[in-house]
């Protein structure tokens, strides 16, 4: 079953704004990750935050968790067409070591 | 440094066959966690190795079975393959143990087929 769940399913802006994606879960956690898939090959890690950890940058990456409300955003800034993808959101469950579980993702298409 | 890597890319197989796949973990890392990616759907956790044992199991059926050697590296076996098997298969590699405060590193996945 999921853990996470990821919103919007399907998100497409033009080119240089920013985007915006939410995923909430159900349980508590020690962390939660942000993955990348392109064209449903591996996936690629992009930020892991801490539920001691309220943001996190990395690049044109914003991620922020807020624990109170089981939830976690990704802001993608400057968009690129590159960075059309899936975006997934991943978490493990507290006193479970290293399984994560992974949401149903957000399709995300940058229009040119 | 390679990082994960799986064989093979591709597999097409018929309904009933047996199916080995197999990943090599991230140098540095001793545990390997397989999930299966249907069409337009996050990954699910199959099961994970560490110390050559199966250590935590999701919801798949005992025809899947797994294995690891004493090199890190794991084996993803599935038996009497069912069109429902089609999916990308993905293993990650992780360090035991460290309370979840470590990423996960993807392979590429095999795109498994069956026909």
Redesign the interface.
């Known amino acids: 079953s999921q853990q996470g769940e990821e919103d919007p399913q399907a998100l497409s802006i033009q080119e240089g704004e920013n985007a915006t994606m939410n995923c909430s879960y159900k349980t508590s956690i020690n962390n939660l990750q942000w993955y990348r898939q392109n064209s449903g090959r591996g996936l690629v890690h992009l930020i892991l935050i801490r539920s001691n950890e309220r943001e996190k940058h990395s690049g044109r990456l914003r991620v922020t968790l807020d624990t109170s409300k089981k939830s976690s955003s990704l802001l993608i800034t400057a968009s690129r067409a590159a960075d059309t993808a899936s975006y997934f959101c991943a978490t493990d469950l507290m006193n479970r070591d290293d399984k994560i579980i992974f949401g149903k993702g957000t399709r995300l298409h940058i229009l040119p | 440094d390679a990082g ?1 890597t799986q064989s093979p890319t591709h597999l097409i197989k018929t309904r009933g066959q047996q199916v080995t796949l197999r990943c090599s973990p991230k140098s540095g890392h001793d ?1 390997v ?1 397989w ?1 299966q ?1 249907a ?7 199959i099961f ?1 190795y560490y110390e050559e044992e199966e ?2 199991r999701g ?1 798949f059926p005992d025809r899947f079975s797994g294995h690891q050697f004493p090199n890190y590296s794991s084996e993803l076996n599935v038996n009497a393959l069912l069109l429902g098997d089609s999916a ?1 298969y ?1 293993c ?1 590699s ?1 360090l ?14 095999t ?1 498994l087929t069956v026909v």
């Open positions: 994960v545990t966690s999930y990616q069409l337009g759907q996050g990954p699910q956790f994970q250590r935590q919801n990308l993905l990650a992780s035991y143990g460290a309370g979840g405060n470590t990423e996960a590193f993807f392979g590429q996945g795109r």
